[in-house]
């Protein structure tokens, strides 16, 4: 009888193989039994990739007994190949040869992948084992996982709640222990949101740290992919595995090695994060107004416990008032952009039609769900002429000045701790009538995303609402290339609460 905690570690599944308790094939049945049962109630998974995953488990057992056979250990093993055995999940918006990706979009219902994403390509040559492609907002773009084509996604925490977006599917299936981790993508907070209401640990890394080759696109210039995991150390081993460079991808930073062996040589060194000293800088904008008072006092219980090692600061970061419009203004001129690919010619289904001529037109208005069109609409109308000065190049300015704020902000801090979110997750229905109120959602994640900065959420306990205890979330944002330093004060942060 297997035996595997609710939150399973990568840790935790390497000591199960190293007392020789099961074969890798044993343990990939196990986790996709352990699946199935769980998401008939979560509904996170598009689909298995069952044979894919059996046929590596295989491989991998083969593996492990060549190098018994030459004496090597376990431990060798690990080294070679870190994520040997390890069952995780893809949101399915990210490539993989041979199988369908969707992105949860009619518009592509049965698109078989022709390649795979180098990110996928990582975790394959590391030993991991993908299960299943799972559920997503529509192309991404939604905050709750309401979105999708196919089907609802519920927060395994609350009954009738939302799982967040638009990697509900992957935060989801992570929170709820169906797989060790998986791989979500963050556009405006898009891994980090859904890591909060979902109890679990997301990174969004440096923009260009990770290869996009292969993952569909929704903003270029802010969409990026990151680990969500069950504790801080698999997070950061993930994301040394993904952060290599890559010639496919013309915005993959080609100097990050230098943090790349960093977070790897953290990894293998536990105690690393006990010597930390920072200057934590407290942004006053992102405890304003709006958000939940209790979430509020939670923030603080940690500022007050964090302060007996590190110096604790107020800062200001003046131009976050004017992070959502230029979010949503950069964000859906390069979604229109991006989906005028999708024509009814290049990808299936095709509208039948008597005059061709209305493909085009007919094939976006039936495929295309409601929110992808709203985006599409905003994205075309502020990028059409007469229009594309006073928004789009006008967002780009206070862009740049934003990015700007926070770079003078950390010439005097180290890294930024304030809230994930400014609500707990909230019910089904409760905002699809009021997009603004939805957009509002992601009120503390999307800064990161356009100043195209590390930033990360960790679970910091619970609230009890209506009889259910629901999760909080802290969230650490720091400068380019400090991934090591967020990590390590996510680990101390880990410890406290």
Known sequence: MIKISGKPTILEIQSIYMSNQVTVLELINFFLQRNKEIDTKIQASLRYTEKLALKKAIELDELLKSYLDKGKSFEDLFLDYPLFGIPYALKDNILVENEIATSASRVMEDFVAPYSATVYKLLDASGGVLISQVNLDEWAVGCSTENSAFQKTNNPFGKNRVPGGSSGGPAAVVGSGQVVFSLGSDTGGSIRQPSAFCNAVGMKPTYGAVSRYGVMSLASSLDQVGPITNCVADNELILAILSQSDSKDQSNLTDFNEVNSALFQDYYTPDASQNAKFKIGIPKEYYSEGLDARIKAKLEALQYALSEKFEIVPVSLPLTKYGLSIYYITMTVETAANFERYDGVRYSPQVDLENKD??????????????????????????????????????????????????????????????????????????????????????????????????????????????EDLPVACQIIGPERAEVNIFRLAKEIEKVC
């Open 358 to 467: 209305d493909l085009f037109y007919k094939f976006r208005e039936k495929y295309f769900g409601d929110e992808p069109k709203r985006r599409i609409m905003l994205g075309t109308y502020t990028s059409s002429s007469g229009y594309y000065d006073a928004y789009y190049n006008r967002a780009n300015q206070v862009k740049a000045m934003m990015q700007a704020d926070f770079a003078k902000v950390f010439q005097n801090v180290d890294l930024l701790l304030c809230p994930t979110t400014p609500e707990l997750p909230f019910k089904f229905g409760d905002k699809t009538n009021n997009p603004l109120a939805m957009y509002l959602s992601d009120a503390m994640v999307y800064g990161a995303n356009l100043a195209k900065l590390p930033a990360i959420s960790i679970p910091i306990g619970f609230i009890n609402e209506a009889g």
